[in-house]
Each structure stands twice: as structure tokens, then as C-alpha cells.
């Protein structure tokens, strides 16, 4: 499977609101909601931040939220604080118990 | 508390064999879906294989054939037995079990390079 598209970089200042796309194609993104979101900083494990498209695990901020548009899903953080900035990634089920990644999105906070 | 902890990673010749280990603690393992995700230096995160909890296996296109994923309920363990390594294999390994299709429990990593 190919990789999940996602922008490189993206930045905003505290408090301002920012989102992150994710696309795919209609095998992965498209076809279900089970689209998941993970935040991962310099050196640590990833962390779960958003399942099924737009689901907050219990202990997660309520400034992130997930949502879906056809092949494209988005994770929104609203409120940024310096502690969000580090990599994000997407990632898809894609069917038969396999799963694809985005290439990762890079957030800085300024 | 919930903890995957990896080990096994290490410096391997290229066409060597390596096998990782993952132990598990503070829920119950042989009812958990366990996943192998690995993530190359300075890249993204790359899923490698999966097992369920009736022993469904699969693997992804990169590392089918070469790569054996297994588990032991009595121990609380999940292994990846990789054969035939290659440079490209160089990465984080992390063991991560998964729920309603994403992975909510992740370890720490352990590192394995490829390498003569």
C-alpha cells in the first residue's frame, strides 16, 4: 500500500487553531472510519491521540478533534500550547488486518 | 499500569537473522490484538505485522517471508523473528497493541541496525 499523504510541516502561534489533512485514496481513507491520529514527540513512543475518524481516547485533550471528507481525513488542534508541537501522524486501516501510515506532519508552534 | 516493553534490537550484518521480544504487563494479553510498527531513522512510522488474538497473522508487503510474528499467552509475550535483513530494515521497532483499529498501547522501541 502507499503512504498516506500528509503535509511536511505546519506551524501556528499559541492559542490559534491549526489543522492537519490526510489523504488517501477510497481502499483506505474512504472506506471505513478507521482513520487514527498519533502525536509523537523527539525521542518518545507515539500516543494515540484520535480513532475512528473523530474519537478521543479517554485522557486526550478536547482541543484535538478528528474529522473526515471522502478520501480526506483532518486533525484539528485548537488552542495550541507549546507542549503540542511535535510530529503527527495519520494512519489507516486498509483492509484484511493491514495498516498504512502517513509520512508525518511536523508542528511547530512559534 | 498498562506496559509493552521491547527488546532483542542490536547491530546485524546484512543477511542476518535477529528476534525481538515484547512483554507485556497490566492488562490481559491473550485477548489482545499485538502489532509490530517500525519507524526508520528520521522517517515515518511503517506498520510491520500483526497478530491476533485467535493467531491471525499478517505482514506487510515489505517484510513478508523474511519476517515471523508469534506470541505466548503463558508469558505475556510477543516475538518478531526476522531472517534475511537487509539495510532498509534499520529502524525503531515497537510493539503496540490495537483496539477499534488503531494502536493504543505502544512500547518504548527497540533499536535495530543493519549494518557490516
Known amino acids: 500500500q502507499s503512504a498516506l499523504t500528509q503535509p511536511a510541516s505546519v506551524s501556528g502561534s499559541p492559542g490559534q487553531s491549526i489543522t492537519i489533512s490526510c489523504t488517501g485514496t477510497?481502499?483506505?481513507?474512504?472506506?471505513?472510519?478507521?482513520v487514527s491520529w498519533y502525536q509523537q514527540h523527539p525521542g518518545k513512543a507515539p500516543k494515540l491521540m484520535i480513532y475512528?475518524?473523530?474519537k478521543r481516547p479517554s485522557g486526550v485533550s478536547n482541543r484535538f478533534s478528528g474529522s473526515k471528507s471522502g478520501n480526506t481525513a483532518s486533525l484539528t488542534i485548537s488552542g495550541l500550547q507549546a507542549e503540542d508541537e511535535a510530529d503527527y501522524f495519520c494512519?489507516?486501516?486498509?483492509?484484511?488486518?493491514?495498516?498504512?501510515f502517513g509520512g508525518g506532519t511536523k508542528l511547530t508552534v512559534l | 499500569e498498562v506496559q509493552l516493553v521491547e527488546s532483542g534490537g542490536g547491530l546485524v550484518q546484512p543477511g542476518g537473522s535477529l528476534r525481538l521480544s515484547c512483554a507485556a504487563s497490566?492488562?490481559?494479553?491473550?485477548?489482545?490484538?499485538m502489532n509490530w510498527v517500525r519507524q526508520a531513522p528520521g522517517k515515518g512510522l511503517e506498520w510491520v505485522s500483526y497478530?491476533?488474538?485467535?493467531?491471525?497473522?499478517y505482514y506487510a508487503d515489505s517484510v513478508k517471508g523474511r519476517f515471523t510474528i508469534s506470541r505466548d499467552n503463558a508469558k505475556n509475550s510477543l516475538y518478531l523473528q526476522m531472517n534475511s535483513l537487509r539495510a532498509e530494515d534499520t529502524a525503531v521497532y515497537y510493539c503496540?497493541?490495537?483496539?477499534?483499529?488503531?494502536?493504543?498501547?505502544w512500547g518504548q522501541g527497540t533499536v535495530l541496525t543493519v549494518s557490516s
Open positions: 503496540a497493541g490495537d483496539r477499534d483499529w488503531a494502536f493504543n498501547i
Open positions: 497490566g492488562f490481559t494479553f491473550s485477548s489482545s490484538h
Open positions: 497478530i491476533g488474538s485467535s493467531n491471525n497473522i
Open positions: 477510497s481502499s483506505d481513507v474512504g472506506s471505513s472510519n478507521r
Open positions: 475512528e475518524d473523530t
Open positions: 494512519c489507516s486501516f486498509a483492509g484484511t488486518f493491514t495498516w498504512v
